[in-house]
């Protein structure tokens, strides 16, 4: 079962930091992190440009051996495109995407073209990136059942029978839950793994996390989950999406950068904020 990390994008001044985002990705993938989940939502995806998202998978394609690229855009010729130039890398073992999203009652119809034009623009397995409530539409196991060509899902969803779903009804699709809160949950059941925030900032928690359910240790397992839990909680009002930068420097020590207007960075007491508010879950959670 797959530990997966949708890292997050390090900016300064506004620009890519790609030296920190290789060094970031290193470390995970030193702590038990198995693969690299690029531009996804806490990677801010959709507010990088084309070639933004295509020097993050050369960086990442340089410190990782495991990369999906999530290639989701409105303009589908720019998904084409970052779909096309992930085919130079070795490292990149499939694309993902989210459905086409804002435009409200885009037919099943529609939904499904874009992603077989996106099956048919490269040899590498396409995933769905589902998470309804950032996209505000569900493309759920028999919509991508009929979809035909995805190899893949990463389903952000509070539900775990919505994600299962998928392995029953397509059981050789990879099928992967993207919510920090079901860690425990989805390895309980079997899934192909998580595609963690968390990873960013606890991946060795995650990596002892499933450790502890492989050898039935449901309550240690628990333990690390409720503290995953905790930080999620008093993260999350502060707009999780930028939280996450302090998150990593709170727990692994080094600067990750911060996140770009109109995710803007927290202010310096919010960090400080945040930092008391973890402090027990952080015990609980050390290495
Ligand atoms: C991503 C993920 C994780 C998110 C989850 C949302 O791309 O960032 O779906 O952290 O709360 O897969």
């Not at 939904?111 to 990136?129: E, G, N, Q, S």
């Not at 302090?246 to 945040?274: N, S």
């Amino acid at each position: 079962m797959d530990i997966i990390a949708p890292v997050v994008t390090p900016f300064r001044n506004g620009r890519l930091d790609l030296d920190l985002y290789a060094e970031h990705i290193r470390n995970i993938t030193a702590k038990g992190v198995d693969a690299i989940f690029v531009a996804g939502t806490t990677g801010l995806g959709p507010a990088l440009s084309v070639e933004e998202r295509k020097a993050l998978l050369e960086a990442a394609a340089s410190a990782a051996r495991r990369v999906i690229f999530q290639v989701g855009s409105l303009v589908l010729d720019q998904a084409l495109d970052l779909a096309k130039y992930a085919e130079r890398f070795d490292a990149v073992e499939a694309i993902a995407s989210v459905p086409p999203y804002y435009f409200p009652r885009l037919s099943e119809r529609q939904i499904a073209k874009y992603f077989r034009d996106l099956c048919a623009a490269t040899t590498r397995p396409v995933y769905l990136y589902n998470y309804p409530a950032a996209v505000g539409r569900d493309v759920d196991a028999k919509a991508a059942r009929e979809i035909g060509c995805l190899k893949g899902v990463k389903d952000t969803n509070d539900s775990i029978a919505h994600t299962l779903a998928y392995k029953r009804l397509m059981p050789h699709m990879r099928v992967y839950n993207g919510s920090d809160s079901l860690v425990l949950a989805s390895f309980s059941v079997g899934l192909d793994g998580v595609v963690a925030s968390s990873a960013n900032y606890v991946p060795e928690a995650l990596a002892r996390l499933r450790e502890y359910v492989a050898r039935g240790d449901l309550e240690r397992a628990r333990s690390l989950q409720f503290a995953i839990d905790e930080v999620l909680e008093a993260a999350r009002p502060l707009g999780y999406s930028s939280a996450v930068y302090e998150l990593v420097e709170i727990f692994q020590g080094y600067d990750a950068g911060e996140p770009r207007p109109p995710i803007y960075p927290l202010d310096p007491e919010e960090r400080a904020w945040l930092r008391a508010a973890v402090a027990q879950a952080r015990s609980k959670l050390a290495p």
